[in-house]
């Protein structure tokens, strides 16, 4: 009678037993699965963290070399980007920075172009534009040649080249500053409009001059010197 008891119930226990065994595979199958996407996870978290450091060299060279210059928040803000391209070189931030301030000296150009074109300007303001517009070309040219002459650096006039790269970016500081003294006692919009945008020029244009500076200090040291 016990053994009859218990082959009744035995297919119960059975299936009760396999059951639990399929939920036992499904969830070592499951386990399986999310352990081996943890583990891809983390290798693709490990490779990209080792291309993180140079990121980060290259980042914090900048803002370090930054930190030299007279607006070096702007500095960073506009030199950033070009990380990758600038590396830790004390060259290519000086010729970046150099190519920033040429892009906006430009931009800026042609923003009071379209501003001197507009009707029922006061006549003052019209003619400081046109004076701006003036210095400003004079100073985009000077800057142009700066960056054709960073572009092929080198050899014997290389203290020379670096000599002139100073006196054109210098002039081009003045340049800026010359547009925005045109500004001073005309309309208050205009004024505001005016040197808002002259004003960033100058900025980056100064920030440029300061790496400039740099560079050119860095390639004295680092060159030989007679000893008699």
Request: glycine share 4%.
């Amino acid at each position: 009678m016990l053994t009859s008891i218990y082959i009744t119930f035995a297919p119960p226990l059975h299936t009760h037993y396999t059951s639990k065994t399929t939920q036992n595979n499904k969830k070592m199958t499951m386990s399986g699965t999310l352990t081996l996407a943890f583990t891809l996870f983390l290798l693709a978290t490990c490779h990209g963290a080792r291309m993180l450091p140079e990121t980060e060299t290259n980042t914090e060279f900048i803002k370090t070399s930054c930190n030299t210059t007279s607006y070096p928040d702007l500095c960073f803000s506009s030199l950033s980007s070009y990380a990758s391209k600038i590396q830790t070189s004390p060259l290519n931030l000086a010729s970046t920075a150099l190519s920033v301030s040429l892009s906006s000296a430009r931009s800026t150009t042609a923003v009071l172009t379209n501003m001197s074109a507009a009707h029922g300007m006061d006549p003052h303001d019209k003619e400081a534009i046109h004076d701006c517009l003036d210095t400003l070309g004079d100073a985009v040219d000077d800057l142009r040649q700066s960056a054709e002459t960073m572009s092929h650096l080198g050899g014997e006039k290389m203290g020379y080249q670096i000599n002139s790269v100073q006196t054109w970016v210098s002039a081009a500081l003045t340049d800026d500053n010359t547009c925005m003294d045109g500004f001073r006692s005309g309309g208050e919009d205009v004024m505001k409009d005016v040197r808002r945008h002259v004003l960033n020029v100058a900025r980056l244009t100064s920030n440029a001059l300061d790496l400039i500076n740099g560079l050119s200090s860095t390639i004295t040291n680092s060159v030989p010197r007679n000893h008699t």
